[in-house]
């Protein structure tokens, strides 16, 4: 049998394997087949999509990140760059402007170069910075020469304007206070109507230019009703008072009876001491506010006429304190209603030099009245006398109102309130046929 015989399933012995013809050698090898099982699998091609895709959107954003960084860089160069202005300048951010209409009022104004980097300067400070930027505020800045963009909005974004300031001094009435308010030329708006009486603290009062006289008026009430509740509950627990009602309306009296820090405890211990005794104040402040009101200037002398005029608010026809304040008191005369003085003065009267005489008694008083009209007499003589010498005198100067304010008329200062014996007994003033203040003689002070 030959050696090159094939086994029944065609495989080659191992004799006859590797037994090959000199035409077979000569041909090239074949590769192997694929071994038997496995099957041949194409390359999918969802997957080689999200590749594709996921490779733009990296290529992409590589490109954003660039344009963006180159931007900002840019918009950073200049933002820190020193501006325009060669000086300091002044300028004013209405209320209400967003950041565009403020870059644009820049801009014209010549503070900024470009409104659109300085928008753009904004929004990346807000976005990258390491604190956040806070919103533009309106008021009056004065921006530095030279100030960069940078610097030009922590001066907006932090409120470092202009301030103004309005001095509202103790003893004027709520419309005196409104009135001041609309004479004042930086504040805006419209004051439609007169807070009630004694509910304005006085003091001085800072804003920006173009803030509301509303904003004031509640700045005013919230800083009364603030003092109120820190000092009401300090309060001497003998006093003859009910309520921080009460409490305004005997301070504000104390208010307008002196302009002397120093006696208004003791002007308080008088009025204390005449509602113990079951006496009337008999102060001459609540007569005018009985005849004039909120305007709170009489212009005049407190007649006899006016004095036996009945009124809620007049202290020597009604018994204790009138219906409610004659001004607005100020911190001074609420702590002294609070703390008067431990004396047991019922009476005062003007000394001539701005203060006051305190006595115990009738006899004192009219001794301390008699030296005031002496006072007054030399004090007239010697005013009379200097205007017949003066040959500039040819008009008289105008007194001053006691709210400080220049009036025409015969206006008696806070320290010469009439006569000062509205709350001294019955030592009032009157005026004569000239409008001078004539005492009335002094009787024995009525009890309620």
């Known amino acids: 049998m030959s050696q090159n015989r094939k086994r029944p399933d065609g495989v080659r012995t191992a004799r006859t394997a590797g037994a090959r013809s000199p035409a077979e050698r000569l041909e090239p090898g074949r590769a192997p087949g694929r071994p038997r099982g496995l099957q041949a699998r194409e390359p999918s091609r969802a997957l080689g999509g999200i590749v594709r895709a996921i490779s733009g959107i990296l290529t992409v954003s590589l490109i954003v990140m660039v344009l963006v960084g180159g931007t900002a860089f840019a918009i950073f160069n200049n933002f820190e760059s020193p501006g325009p202005l060669d000086a300091a300048r002044t300028i004013v951010i209405p209320k209400g402007e967003g950041r565009i209409a403020i870059a644009e009022r820049l801009e014209r104004e010549g503070i900024i170069?470009?409104?659109?980097?300085?928008?753009?300067?904004?929004l990346l400070q807000?976005?990258?910075?390491?604190?956040?930027?806070?919103?533009?505020?309106?008021?009056?800045y004065e921006i530095k020469e030279h100030a960069s963009m940078r610097d030009v909005i922590d001066t907006l974004s932090e409120g470092k304007s202009i301030l103004y300031k309005a001095t509202l001094p103790e003893g004027l009435t709520s419309e005196q206070i409104v009135e001041r308010l609309k004479a004042e030329p930086n504040l805006s708006g419209e004051i439609t109507s007169i807070p009630p009486e004694g509910t304005l603290l006085p003091d001085t009062y800072y804003f920006s230019k173009g803030a509301s006289r509303h904003e004031v008026l509640d700045r005013m009430r919230d800083g009364m009703e603030k003092a109120m509740a820190e000092i009401w509950e300090q309060r001497d627990s003998d006093l003859p008072i009910r309520s921080i009602e009460e409490l305004v309306t005997f301070a504000s009296i104390v208010e307008k009876e002196t302009g002397r820090p120093d006696?208004?405890?003791?002007?308080?211990?008088?009025?204390?001491?005449?509602?113990?005794?079951?006496?009337?104040?008999?102060?001459?402040?609540?007569?005018?506010?009985?005849i004039v009101g909120g305007h709170g200037v009489l212009g005049r002398g407190i007649t006899k006429a006016d004095i036996d005029t009945k009124s809620p608010y007049n202290t020597y026809q009604i018994n204790g304190l009138p219906p409610g304040p004659i001004c607005n008191p100020g911190k001074s005369a609420l702590q002294a209603a609070l703390h008067p003085a431990k004396t047991s003065d019922l009476y005062f009267v003007a000394d001539g030099t701005g203060g006051h005489t305190f006595s115990e008694t009738l006899k004192e008083h009219n001794s301390a009245v008699q030296k005031w009209r002496a006072v007054e007499k030399q004090t007239k003589a010697g005013k009379q006398g200097a205007a017949d010498t003066d040959p500039d005198s040819g008009t008289a100067p105008i007194p001053q109102s006691v709210d400080g304010g220049p009036k025409p008329g015969p206006v008696t200062t806070k320290s010469q309130?009439?006569?000062?014996?509205?709350?001294?007994?019955?030592?009032?003033?009157?005026a004569d046929s000239n409008g001078a203040d004539v005492p009335l003689p002094v009787r024995k002070p009525k009890k309620q």
């Open 417 to 430: 309130k009439s006569t000062k014996a509205a709350a001294s007994a019955d030592s009032s003033a009157t």
């Open 126 to 140: 807000g976005f990258l910075g390491s604190k956040k930027t806070s919103e533009l505020r309106a008021g009056e």
């Open 263 to 290: 006696e208004r405890d003791r002007v308080a211990a008088v009025f204390y001491n005449r509602l113990r005794k079951g006496m009337r104040l008999q102060s001459d402040p609540t007569i005018i506010y009985g």
């Open 113 to 122: 170069t470009n409104r659109w980097t300085f928008v753009g300067g904004y």
